[in-house]
């Protein structure tokens, strides 16, 4: 499991942010930071040592001082392998205004991998607000616009058990944006 921070990582000067891709020894620590980040889905552990190995390269970690704060798991999505689908992102509450999400998005879009990604997907409930925010912030900086409908219907596909989710697709974007959009945030 993460350590917990002695005091909020946004009140601390010179923090050693580093992003990375993770590896199948972070799926714990993974698994441990979303159960701090009501209220996301919480995975199997199993499910986030496959996100931290067999999905490395479309996910980002987030470390400060060599804890993680931070995470973003996505996947390419199969019938479109110019979008990245974002599955989750996780950010601690001790690293909170540190725009983590979207660093750690734009961290995967500027691999060498995603040279052909145009198009970013994601599901987001209707009242999660710091989502929006966050892939609003993500499509201005990459000069792109954002449509949304609806992916998953809470009585159709859930039962009534969770909530509707709503499919951002922001996009197409050009490669050329991507890094001014990171360093615009580092």
């Not at 540190?98 to 970013?120: E, S, T």
């Not at 616009?145 to 922001?170: R, S, V």
């Not at 996009?171 to 050329?176: D, E, L, N, Q």
């Amino acid at each position: 499991m993460t350590k917990m921070l002695n005091a909020r990582l946004t009140e601390v000067p010179n923090v050693d942010l580093t992003l990375r891709r993770p590896d199948a020894e972070d799926g714990a620590a993974v698994n441990g930071l979303i159960e701090q980040c009501k209220p996301l889905d919480e995975n199997s552990v199993y499910c986030n040592l496959l996100q931290c190995s067999h999905f490395a390269e479309t996910s980002s970690l987030a470390e400060i001082d060599g804890e993680v704060v931070g995470f973003v798991s996505g996947y390419l999505v199969p019938d479109s392998p110019d979008s990245l689908f974002v599955w989750q992102v996780a950010v601690s509450p001790k690293a909170r205004g540190l725009k983590l999400g979207k660093r750690m998005i734009l961290d995967i879009l500027h691999r060498p991998f995603a040279k052909n990604v145009r198009n970013l997907h994601t599901t987001i409930a209707p009242d999660n607000k710091a989502s929006h925010g966050v892939f609003k912030s993500v499509a201005r900086s990459l000069n792109t616009e954002f449509d949304t409908e609806i992916m998953f219907d809470e009585e159709e596909h859930f039962d009534g058990d969770a909530k509707t989710e709503m499919l951002w697709k922001i996009g197409p974007f050009s490669r050329a944006d991507i890094l001014p959009a990171l360093a615009s945030v580092a």
